[in-house]
């Protein structure tokens, strides 16, 4: 890695979380993706969900001819979990190299989560047969019971469900999506190399506040929610360690601005089209621009047994001005940063 304070050159970085969505959104999005990263883990949370390898084979061929601009890109699929989720189905999709992981979404956590898993205990021989064939589980960890406050879901879903899935099954392979909380960062490091975690941009650079800053932001407004801003802290510390068990999945979620600025808005944030230049403004800031290669580009594909990516891509320390609305195939999407600037540009 040739590394200077003014430029850094890393490998092809991966987004090991994306929402491409389908249809004329999909056709707006998939090319901010597509020319940043090589690779990326796509979230099956369509309506309706994709849950079997015909669906999956058919939604990768739609963001393919979106994303041709980009002919390298490599969008890999994920099978959406849900109570009645046959093991042998999903063995044979991942055997056949269809489905890379399968996504965990405890039902109505989310968007699109409505035929999500109800009780683990539900697809115990799935999550066997996964374990077996080391087919990494991706976990939306927040527990939706409406008593649980929404800034402790996430730290309850570890207490009640994921430390006893990670118990009972100690050799399966788990990401824990987006956290949020220092309680998750405790969890992931007390536990094996077989439980790793993404992290997204907003999650470093936000903290709840952000929701609320002179009035209500539904632009900041995701799923886990923005948390304390001890939380934040310990995030961006578990991303710039150098920890091979964190790596970089943005969560990119496009919702069109009347889906966002709405009575009731749609949690997410659109991050793909100046997702590298926001990590790295963070990696800078931290003093830790030598460890954003391993977590953009390393220890993903590690976690994965997927081959590191050759290309390489270079930013320079220069302002990049985030517009304050993209318009792609006649939606409007406001994304992260909007009307900022970011101290770092793509310039290779
Ligand atoms: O904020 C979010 N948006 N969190 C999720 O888990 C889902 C996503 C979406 O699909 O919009
Ligand atoms: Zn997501």
Redesign the pocket.
Known sequence: MNQSPDQITIRQPDDWHV?L?DGDMLRSVATYTARQFARAIV?P?LSPPITGTASAVAYRDRILSAAADHADFTPLMTCYLTDSSDAEDIAQGFNSGVFTAAKL?PAN?????AHGVTDVANIMPVLERMQKMGMPLLI?G?VTDADVDVFDREAVFIERTLSKVVQQLPELKVVF??ITTAEAVDFVNASGANVGATITPQHLHINRNAMFQGGIRPHA?????AKREQHRLALRKAATSGSVKYFLGT?S???EIHAKESACG????FNAPYALESYTTIFDEEGALDKLEGFASIHGPQFYGLPLNEGTVTLQRSKTIVPDAIEAGGTTIVPFHAGQELDWQIVG
């Open positions: 929402h969505r979230m949370n979404y956590a989310t968007t699109n989560s939306h927040e999506e987006h407004y995701c799923l886990p929610v969560d979620a496009p919702h749609c949690a997410g944030i």
